[in-house]
């Protein structure tokens, strides 16, 4: 069995013009070129062109004088499985995936073969671009959406900075959450932002003390809910941040529920998990 590798970084100028950029990475470190070609398939190499920066992936691809090469290496991540999601729905121009527990919304300069949206780039059929309109935490389930085209992008951009897109989750929490027939409004500043979730307890657990609530969010603030309810003494079960030492689960937050009206078509479109798809979250 080899040794594993330490993570490590190449910044590289290119001088040479003649070579490919497999060939330039080879020459600055001693990894095989199989595992150089494996690192750009995952998002581990970028290049710096004219002022821009992105990712590359084709080994082959020829390098200009003045370009600027650059390599991240960490084997532990790079030789992570992703997750594989489920389509919920396939809508041609975007779709909406279950993202299970693991799987992330964003990579990093380390790599993006573990994101949602490089995994369906590489895997619905038709096969088709992805692109990210909104996130969930990497602990976080549920439903996401994904654009297929910068046109279907843009709309979603714009139907979330307008706050026309509504979000529900549902979270098991530590505590008795007060019964309410009106979802409170829980709306503490998040790094001096604005940041405003409505919560209404649906069921109650008195054997294990934890309610099950229903939450939707107006703004998207980083670990908007799992913030708010932590602040306000009700935090989430398995949450490694803001919860209970020793919780032994994975964090019970689910994206369960999406409605909103097409961008596209102007159809009001309604997307609801079913109770096996939120089984984690039963109480």
Not at 86 to 103: C, F, R
Not at 130 to 136: E, G, K, T, Y
Not at 229 to 257: H, K, M, W
Request: charge should be positive; charged fraction near 25%; include cysteine.
């Amino acid at each position: 069995m080899s040794e594993s590798v330490s993570p490590f970084e190449r910044h590289l100028k290119i001088n040479q013009a003649d070579l490919t950029a497999v060939e330039h990475l080879s020459s600055a470190c001693d990894l095989s070129r199989n595992k150089l070609k494996q690192a750009m398939q995952k998002g581990a190499v970028w290049l710096t062109q004219q002022g821009h920066t992105r990712r590359i992936r084709r080994a082959s691809k020829q390098l200009l004088s003045g370009d600027h090469l650059h390599l991240y290496y960490d084997e532990k991540i790079l030789t992570e499985i992703p997750a594989v999601p489920k389509l919920i729905a396939d809508e041609d121009v975007y779709s909406i995936w279950y993202k299970p527990y693991g799987m992330r919304s964003q990579g990093s300069k380390w790599g993006d073969h573990c994101t949602i949206n490089r995994w369906v780039e590489l895997n619905f059929n038709p096969q088709r671009p992805a692109f990210i309109v909104h996130r969930l935490d990497r602990a976080a389930t549920g439903l996401i959406i994904l654009a297929h085209s910068h046109h279907a992008a843009a709309a979603f951009g714009k139907l979330f900075s307008q706050r026309k897109i509504n979000k529900y989750y549902k979270a098991i929490v530590h505590g008795h959450y007060p019964e309410q027939t009106e979802a409170v409004k829980l709306d503490s500043m998040l790094d001096d932002r604005p940041a405003v979730s409505y919560v209404q307890c649906v069921a109650y657990d008195e054997n294990h003390n934890r309610s099950m609530l229903r939450v939707k969010i107006e703004t998207g603030r980083k670990h908007q809910i799992r913030r708010h309810l932590s602040n306000a003494g009700f935090p989430i079960l398995g949450d490694r941040l803001y919860g209970v030492a020793g919780d032994d689960c994975d964090l019970q937050l689910t994206a369960c529920e999406l409605e909103f009206f097409c961008p596209i078509s102007g159809s009001l479109k309604h997307y609801l998990l079913n109770q096996d798809e939120c089984v984690s979250i039963k109480i």
